[in-house]
């Protein structure tokens, strides 16, 4: 790589997180490269489910609830707009979320719950077993009640960072495949850019979006990011195809539909490192998702099985903002744990408010690094 030009922004991660970001800097007029160790948006993203919509379950966090409402509302324009830019389409869509309840403690559950959320800004709305299966007709007949969350959707993860990556390619952004960053360029305490081996770029300002990586990417700014897996698969779907993305109360796991029909069963969690695999016990605890949800897919085929790596967090935060350990020209955005889809849009918008020095339209002080080192 030639040191040819020299960039206001570098983003370092092709991922959802990094191509959103690099596509709204952009889009404000940044002159923006984004570098990556590999092709772009075949790592996390690549595997997610996709499940994006407001959610409370970081309850009374300032940034999640607040992010996830913004993304939502962000995703709704996106799809329009990276059509009308790419031709491409991201496949997003969905009636809503139903959290399934079979029993009489389920129910009660579920009633509690939405009574908690009373005057909460995220609608949500108790189903009688009937209304739920005229909503989603491959519902089974002894669901008791369900809870909907009418704003939740379902966004094809993978076509989303492809068509996101492109967007912002056509946009202006340079895009570096193949390029690991293997440390930062450091100007006495602040970052000016980042090296690969010999090789370096410089810019004002370094994004570090590297997922899982993102913890280790300099010695001097490290920090507790660590690799989640993930395993999930993809089943043919019901002959009426699906329209919500299902889970039961209390109890982990979800399905999720495709456009195409494809229903997706997610997902497990296991800390192995840095390595991706698909394991029977994985297929097992798939396999109990599937029983539990929606029983009749038990004997669907398997479409596809696959795994990834989640940037997790202790706390299941991300890690947004400037480090302390540096003077500037840095600012963190990984470690989205299992809602990085959910996040990926007002986590972008956030960075590009603080690379124009303007207040955050989020405030940032519970995502900060500083909960994770000493100030
Ligand atoms: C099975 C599974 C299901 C999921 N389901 C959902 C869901 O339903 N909803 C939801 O919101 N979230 C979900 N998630 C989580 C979500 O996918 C992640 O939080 C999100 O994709 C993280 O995006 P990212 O861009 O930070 O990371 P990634 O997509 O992993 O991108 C990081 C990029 O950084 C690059 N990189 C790493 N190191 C370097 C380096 N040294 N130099 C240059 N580039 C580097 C990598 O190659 C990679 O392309 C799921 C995750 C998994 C695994």
Redesign the pocket.
């Known amino acids: 790589m030639s040191l040819d030009s020299k960039f206001e922004v570098i983003v370092?991660?092709?991922?959802?997180?990094?191509?959103?970001i690099a596509y709204y800097l952009r889009s404000e007029g940044f002159k923006v490269a984004l570098?990556?160790?590999?092709?772009?948006?075949?790592?996390?993203?690549?595997?997610?489910?996709?499940?994006?919509g407001p959610g409370t379950f970081l309850g009374g966090n300032s940034w999640f609830k607040p992010a996830t409402k913004m993304s939502k509302k962000l995703y709704d324009d996106l799809n329009q707009a990276l059509h009308e830019e790419t031709g491409q389409l991201v496949e997003y869509g969905g009636q809503g979320t139903l959290t399934l309840a079979f029993n009489a403690e389920e129910v009660d559950g579920i009633q509690q719950y939405v009574k908690k959320q009373k005057g909460d800004d995220v609608p949500t709305e108790i189903l009688m077993g009937v209304e739920a299966r005229q909503r989603e007709p491959s519902l089974p007949e002894n669901l008791l009640a369900a809870m909907l969350r009418p704003d939740g959707r379902?966004?094809d993860?993978r076509n989303y960072?492809l068509t996101i990556a492109k967007a912002a390619e056509i946009k202006g952004v340079r895009m570096i495949q193949g390029?690991?960053?293997?440390e930062f360029l450091w100007e006495k305490s602040r970052i000016a850019g980042?090296k690969?081996g010999f090789s370096s770029l410089i810019a004002d300002w370094v994004i570090n979006?590297?997922?899982?990586?993102?913890g280790?990417?300099d010695p001097k700014l490290v920090l507790p990011i660590f690799p989640?897996?993930?395993?999930?698969m993809a089943l043919k779907g019901p002959v009426n195809g699906l329209r919500h993305?299902l889970c039961r109360w209390n109890q982990s796991g979800?399905i999720?539909p495709r456009v195409d029909g494809r229903a997706l069963v997610?997902?497990?969690h296991e800390q192995i490192g840095f390595q991706k695999m698909i394991t029977p016990m994985g297929l097992r605890v798939l396999s109990d998702i599937t029983k539990r949800v929606l029983p009749e897919l038990s004997d669907r085929k398997i479409l596809d099985i696959?795994?990834?790596?989640?940037?997790a967090t202790k706390d299941g935060l991300?890690v947004i903002g400037p480090d302390y350990r540096t003077t500037g020209g840095y600012l963190w955005?990984?470690?989205?744990?299992?809602?990085?889809?959910?996040?990926?849009p007002a986590t972008a918008k956030v960075i590009v408010d603080l690379v124009s020095n303007k207040k955050p339209r989020i405030p940032i002080e519970e995502v900060s690094v500083n909960r994770f080192i000493k100030v």
């Open positions: 370092v991660g092709g991922g959802a997180i990094g191509c959103t570098v990556d160790k590999g092709p772009i948006g075949f790592e996390a993203s690549w595997a997610s489910a996709g499940i994006v379902f966004l993860a960072t390029w690991p960053v293997t980042v690969s979006a590297a997922g899982a990586w993102g280790e990417l989640d897996h993930g395993q999930i993305t979800y999720t997610g997902a497990t696959w795994s990834g790596l989640r940037p991300p955005a990984t470690g989205h744990s299992s809602s990085g889809m959910m996040q990926a």
